[in-house]
């Protein structure tokens, strides 16, 4: 199924980018909905429209990929058919989406095809491929749609009998008095197979960011409503509350979800805390009692001991550092009670099923050890999940912003270290000994940690010589061998595919290509400060490190260079020199040196005529904090120094900063880092 998305997805992108001189259609949703002779898919496959309509549900609600998605819906027309999913491939076009905001979108129109088990017919979903520039926000609040109420019956999915239904897809509805008789849980979303009053099956498919962890009711629970838009996949109709003011409770036993242990590895000097959401769908009800029942090693009787009241409904339990030895395996389920007697177990069929959690003492090994993979063709790390710890040498600290994702490397090789919680600024060259978890995130070694006590500084390091590659070292199966480590391809030039050069704020993903003919993928990320200065002249030297991005087994492909930060781009001398007439032509804004820096940094800058420069530093809010320059310069090529502070004489704080430099009618921006 997911390699019949990736297609599905890579035959509308193609699609989108072929629009330039396509013919654009203006018409409704309820237009484009119209199915086709079969019932299910649109007739305007393919046509690029121009739409509009109201958001139902915004963006962050759902899984996109690496894109965004939102729900939209015309006021005008329906509400039969008048809902549709609207997708950016990018995610970079639009703010962040509401119910009620007013979009307009230029989009392609396509479908989702979902290929069901023998016997079944094929279901497909209505989806719009926005275009670049595809995209209009028009402010002010609207009104929601008043929801669609859906009979008993008429989105029944025992044995697809719902498949004559397409005029809800998408539609914002609302269900009223459903039964949840079975549930389905998954690592991220929760399918409830309800009955409604006349006991016909309905689905209830609860999947949106904005409601914690996986949402799981009990048996029995009785619902008053539900309100969200219709997914249809999987085979059937399902509702897709967005909030959980979306659900309405009318009855039942207490709703225990979000259940879980942090860390998800453990070590044995961690603090293990044990969380978990209760409450009690009973107007007027209240929990009674609130118990974790656990034991350490799958034998003997679980000890029962009562959970700790944080707020609202949230409840914990801590297991203290020295509690566990290696190897040790927590066992562990949630039982809670309501002031009705009614009772309720997470996991639902608990004590024979439980959560288990394995407790681990790490390794102190190489990098190459860590990640070493002795069952090819697998290309996943044989100690996967297991707590080790590695020291090496930062070689790359820019692939963060607000979290920590950097690299380091040692003479066996090298590695990514993710840390979601906060941003480490460590300086490449530094030594870092590293405890955590060995991961595997598309194809790339990871070390993930979960304490910043667990990454500590050494100091200076000895940097590793850099790798001298060719393209062809980067192709399938034979990148392998390099990833993590830092690399120079020399003598390259740069090709704007399937990306062009980024603008600030963007990545690219791009094209190297060397005299030969042979070719390599480059990544250029947009928490470096590579982004937004002028695209280099080819030839180039490029420097990096060697990283991948493969979202399927057997992870053997899509390896590529990605450059740390804009000095990492040489251009080569080629013989051919222009007349110097020693005066700059325009005026022009150059990168800062070094960068990243700490604590002074040199920015460029040429004028082409005397006249007033102004160059400021703002930090990532837009404030300002330094006026670095205001005066009147002379033509010619100049260089002013920044020491790290403010207006006011103070160090500024580690982090992401821009640099502005205006002079007539010119303007222009770059991206400097401070490290400290």
């Given at each position: 199924?997911?390699?019949?998305?990736?297609?599905?997805?890579?035959?509308?992108?193609?699609?989108?980018?072929?629009?330039?001189?396509?013919?654009?259609?203006?018409i409704?949703?309820?237009?484009?909905?119209?199915?086709?002779?079969?019932?299910?898919?649109?007739?305007?496959?393919?046509?690029?429209?121009?739409?509009?309509?109201?958001?139902?549900?915004?963006?962050?609600?759902?899984?996109?990929?690496?894109?965004?998605?939102?729900?939209?819906?015309?006021?005008?027309?329906?509400?039969?058919?008048?809902?549709?999913?609207?997708?950016?491939?990018t995610?970079?076009?639009?703010?962040?989406?509401?119910?009620?905001?007013?979009v307009?979108?230029?989009?392609?129109?396509?479908?989702?095809?979902w290929?069901?088990?023998?016997?079944?017919?094929?279901?497909?979903?209505?989806?719009?491929?926005?275009?670049?520039?595809?995209?209009?926000y028009?402010?002010?609040?609207?009104?929601?749609?008043?929801?669609?109420?859906?009979?008993?019956?008429?989105?029944?999915?025992?044995?697809?009998?719902?498949?004559?239904?397409?005029?809800?897809?998408?539609?914002?509805?609302?269900?009223?008095?459903?039964?949840?008789?079975?549930?389905?849980?998954?690592?991220?979303?929760?399918?409830?197979?309800?009955?409604?009053?006349?006991?016909?099956?309905?689905?209830?498919?609860?999947?949106?960011?904005?409601?914690?962890?996986?949402?799981?009711?009990?048996?029995?629970?009785?619902?008053?409503?539900?309100?969200?838009?219709?997914?249809?996949?999987?085979?059937?109709?399902?509702?897709?509350?967005?909030?959980?003011?979306?659900?309405?409770?009318?009855?039942?036993?207490?709703?225990?979800?979000?259940?879980?242990?942090?860390?998800?590895?453990?070590?044995?000097?961690?603090?293990?805390?044990?969380?978990?959401?209760?409450?009690?769908?009973?107007?007027?009800?209240?929990?009674?009692?609130?118990?974790?029942?656990?034991?350490?090693?799958?034998?003997?009787?679980?000890?029962?001991?009562?959970?700790?009241?944080?707020?609202?409904?949230?409840?914990?339990?801590i297991?203290?550092?020295?509690?566990?030895?290696?190897?040790?395996?927590?066992?562990?389920?949630?039982?809670?009670?309501?002031?009705?007697?009614?009772?309720?177990?997470?996991?639902q069929?608990?004590?024979?099923?439980?959560?288990?959690?394995?407790?681990?003492?790490?390794?102190?090994?190489?990098?190459?050890?860590?990640?070493?993979?002795?069952?090819?063709?697998?290309?996943?790390?044989?100690?996967?999940?297991?707590?080790?710890?590695?020291?090496?040498?930062?070689?790359?600290?820019?692939?963060?912003s607000?979290?920590t994702?950097?690299?380091?490397?040692?003479?066996t090789?090298?590695?990514?270290?993710?840390?979601?919680?906060?941003?480490?600024?460590?300086?490449?060259?530094?030594?870092l000994?590293?405890?955590?978890?060995?991961?595997?995130?598309?194809?790339?070694?990871?070390?993930?940690?979960?304490?910043?006590?667990?990454?500590?500084?050494?100091?200076?390091?000895?940097?590793p010589?850099?790798?001298?590659?060719?393209?062809?070292?980067?192709?399938?199966?034979?990148?392998?061998?390099?990833?993590?480590?830092?690399?120079?391809?020399?003598?390259?030039?740069?090709?704007?595919?399937?990306?062009?050069?980024?603008?600030?704020?963007?990545?690219?993903?791009?094209?190297?290509?060397?005299?030969?003919?042979?070719?390599?993928?480059?990544?250029?990320?947009?928490?470096?400060?590579?982004?937004?200065?002028?695209?280099?002249?080819?030839?180039?030297?490029?420097?990096?490190?060697?990283?991948?991005?493969?979202?399927?087994?057997?992870?053997?492909?899509?390896?590529?260079?990605?450059?740390?930060?804009?000095?990492d781009?040489?251009?080569?001398?080629?013989?051919?020199?222009?007349?110097?007439?020693?005066?700059?032509?325009?005026f022009?804004?150059?990168?800062?040196?070094?960068?990243?820096f700490?604590?002074t940094?040199?920015?460029?800058?040429?004028?082409?005529?005397?006249?007033?420069?102004?160059?400021?530093?703002?930090?990532?809010?837009?404030?300002?904090v330094?006026?670095?320059?205001?005066?009147?310069?002379?033509?010619?090529?100049?260089?002013?120094?920044?020491?790290?502070?403010?207006?006011?004489?103070?160090?500024?704080?580690?982090?992401?900063?821009?640099?502005?430099?205006?002079?007539?009618?010119?303007?222009?921006?770059?991206k400097?880092?401070?490290?400290?």
């Amino acid at each position: 199924m997911q390699k019949m998305m990736l297609l599905l997805i890579a035959v509308a992108l193609l699609s989108v980018g072929t629009t330039a001189n396509a013919e654009i259609f203006e018409i409704s949703i309820c237009e484009l909905q119209q199915p086709d002779e079969a019932g299910d898919s649109s007739m305007w496959i393919g046509d690029t429209v121009r739409t509009r309509g109201v958001v139902t549900a915004g963006t962050g609600l759902y899984y996109a990929g690496g894109g965004e998605t939102f729900y939209m819906q015309d006021t005008d027309c329906g509400p039969e058919f008048a809902g549709v999913m609207a997708y950016d491939p990018t995610g970079a076009q639009f703010p962040e989406l509401f119910p009620g905001d007013s979009v307009e979108v230029v989009a392609v129109v396509s479908e989702y095809l979902w290929t069901p088990e023998p016997g079944y017919d094929p279901v497909s979903h209505t989806e719009l491929f926005i275009i670049p520039e595809g995209f209009t926000y028009f402010p002010g609040i609207h009104p929601e749609p008043e929801p669609l109420l859906i009979p008993d019956c008429v989105l029944d999915s025992t044995g697809g009998q719902d498949e004559n239904s397409e005029e809800y897809e998408s539609v914002l509805c609302t269900k009223y008095g459903l039964t949840v008789d079975t549930v389905y849980e998954y690592s991220s979303v929760c399918s409830w197979e309800c009955y409604d009053s006349s006991g016909c099956m309905f689905m209830v498919r609860e999947a949106s960011d904005s409601i914690e962890g996986v949402f799981s009711p009990p048996i029995g629970t009785v619902l008053n409503h539900v309100t969200g838009v219709i997914y249809h996949r999987f085979g059937y109709f399902q509702l897709q509350p967005r909030y959980m003011r979306d659900i309405e409770f009318a009855s039942g036993a207490p709703i225990i979800s979000q259940t879980q242990s942090w860390p998800p590895y453990p070590m044995v000097d961690d603090t293990v805390t044990v969380t978990t959401q209760i409450f009690d769908p009973d107007e007027g009800g209240g929990i009674d009692e609130a118990t974790i029942f656990y034991r350490i090693n799958p034998t003997g009787d679980f000890i029962d001991w009562p959970l700790e009241w944080e707020s609202d409904d949230r409840y914990y339990y801590i297991f203290e550092p020295g509690t566990f030895e290696d190897g040790d395996e927590l066992n562990y389920y949630i039982y809670a009670s309501d002031v009705d007697g009614e009772s309720a177990y997470d996991p639902q069929q608990a004590p024979i099923s439980y959560k288990q959690v394995l407790i681990q003492q790490p390794d102190t090994v190489s990098i190459g050890e860590a990640i070493v993979d002795n069952e090819e063709p697998y290309y996943e790390p044989d100690r996967l999940h297991d707590a080790v710890t590695v020291t090496g040498v930062v070689t790359a600290n820019t692939f963060g912003s607000d979290y920590t994702n950097i690299y380091i490397q040692d003479e066996t090789a090298g590695i990514n270290v993710y840390y979601g919680e906060t941003f480490l600024t460590t300086p490449v060259g530094n030594s870092l000994t590293v405890t955590g978890i060995v991961d595997h995130y598309n194809g790339k070694n990871q070390i993930i940690v979960y304490h910043e006590d667990k990454i500590e500084d050494n100091g200076l390091g000895t940097m590793p010589d850099t790798l001298e590659l060719f393209c062809t070292d980067l192709a399938d199966s034979i990148g392998e061998q390099y990833e993590g480590l830092l690399a120079v391809v020399e003598n390259v030039t740069l090709i704007p595919e399937p990306d062009p050069w980024p603008e600030l704020g963007f990545s690219a993903n791009m094209t190297i290509e060397d005299g030969d003919g042979n070719r390599a993928s480059i990544r250029i990320d947009r928490n470096t400060d590579i982004d937004g200065q002028n695209e280099p002249a080819s030839p180039l030297n490029i420097t990096g490190i060697i990283s991948q991005f493969d979202e399927e087994a057997p992870y053997d492909s899509n390896y590529q260079l990605m450059p740390r930060q804009y000095s990492d781009f040489v251009e080569v001398e080629t013989g051919i020199t222009e007349q110097d007439d020693n005066l700059p032509d325009c005026f022009a804004l150059g990168g800062n040196y070094p960068n990243p820096f700490n604590p002074t940094t040199s920015i460029t800058f040429a004028a082409p005529y005397s006249g007033v420069v102004k160059i400021d530093i703002y930090d990532l809010m837009g404030r300002r904090v330094k006026k670095l320059l205001s005066d009147n310069i002379a033509a010619g090529y100049h260089e002013i120094f920044w020491d790290g502070r403010n207006d006011n004489g103070d160090e500024v704080a580690s982090g992401i900063y821009f640099y502005r430099m205006r002079a007539d009618d010119f303007s222009a921006v770059k991206k400097m880092t401070v490290l400290k």
